[in-house]
């Protein structure tokens, strides 16, 4: 797909800036519109532990505060903060709550989450595939 290698690239370049001073596990995502813009998001931290973001949801909350609503794909990629290239030893699941609330904003069945360790080595699912049976906008 034309897109993956670019959102990849670009949550990589995202996790540069993630803020990990507890867990030192360094998130970066890159989410994409349907008119082709990229919003990049990093985990950002937190004293009290509860209050930390995961990078997807940052990149997600950036896109709706400019009012987009609705979501082609988005990539992920995390590793420990040690690992400073633009090859990582491990990929990073989204975790059970950014996969509900990209839900809110994403056909599940269509929606691409591309879980990337580089631009070569990458698994694409759908969003579906990561939360199936799930609950959204449309049960209200
Ligand atoms: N983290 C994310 O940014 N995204 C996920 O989906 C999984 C976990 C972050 C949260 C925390 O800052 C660190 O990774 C370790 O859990």
């Known amino acids: 797909m ?5 959102l990849i690239k670009e949550a990589l ?4 800036n993630a803020y990990t001073p507890y867990s030192r ?7 994409l519109t349907f008119d082709g ?3 990049g998001g990093f985990n950002i931290e937190n004293a ?7 990078a997807e949801r940052t990149a997600l909350f950036r ?3 400019d009012n987009y609503r609705e979501f082609k794909a988005i990539a992920v990629v995390g590793a420990k903060s040690e690992e400073k ?12 709550m950014c996969r509900q609330a990209l839900r ?7 929606f691409k989450v591309i879980l990337a360790k580089s631009e070569n080595e990458f698994n694409i699912f759908t969003l579906n595939d990561l939360l199936p049976e799930s609950f959204g906008p449309e049960h209200l």
């Open 2 to 6: 034309e897109y993956t290698k670019i």
């Open 13 to 16: 370049n995202a996790r540069k």
């Open 25 to 31: 596990f360094d998130v970066g995502a890159a989410l």
């Open 37 to 39: 813009k990229i919003y």
């Open 48 to 54: 009290a532990y509860s209050v930390c973001n995961c």
């Open 63 to 65: 896109a709706v505060y």
């Open 85 to 96: 290239g633009e090859i990582l030893s491990s990929y990073a699941p989204p975790c059970g």
């Open 104 to 110: 809110e904003f994403c056909n599940p069945k269509k």
